[in-house]
């Protein structure tokens, strides 16, 4: 069984930053495993905000492009997600996700953690 534990949201002005940290423990050998950033806001669906493969390779939601900044340290089993210029749009909670693959390279989170509410304000 894998635990993910997230930390670092909070109240933060619109154009400020804020990093996210999930700590991942468990049955679970972090350093092949792709993760996953995803958020949900109030009365809309969850959505894939960022991921990185288990090589480091990263992809965004086109809403965060050149602002949000995942990355992982292996040796510590945490993924981070840095988040610059931050908008009202930005607020949600947000979720780590382990994630896999479908055969159409579709990503499909598997573990969540428990999420962490970020709030934009102007």
């Known amino acids: 069984q894998v635990q993910l534990v997230e930390s670092g949201g909070g109240l933060v002005q619109a154009g400020g930053s804020l990093r996210l940290s999930c700590a991942a423990s468990?049955?679970?050998?972090?350093?092949?495993?792709?993760m996953g950033w995803y958020r949900q806001a109030p009365g809309k669906q969850r959505e894939l905000v960022a991921q990185i493969t288990s090589r480091g390779r990263t992809n965004y939601a086109d809403s965060v492009k050149g602002r949000f900044t995942i990355s992982r340290d292996n040796a510590k089993n945490t993924v981070y997600l840095q988040m610059n210029s931050l908008k009202l749009e930005d607020t949600a909670i947000y979720y780590c996700?382990?994630?896999?693959?479908?055969?159409?390279?579709?990503?499909?989170?598997?573990?969540w953690g428990q999420g962490t509410q970020v709030t934009v304000s102007s």
């Open positions: 468990g049955s679970i050998i972090f350093s092949i495993i792709a």
């Open positions: 996700a382990t994630v896999r693959h479908d055969e159409g390279g579709a990503p499909l989170p598997g573990s």
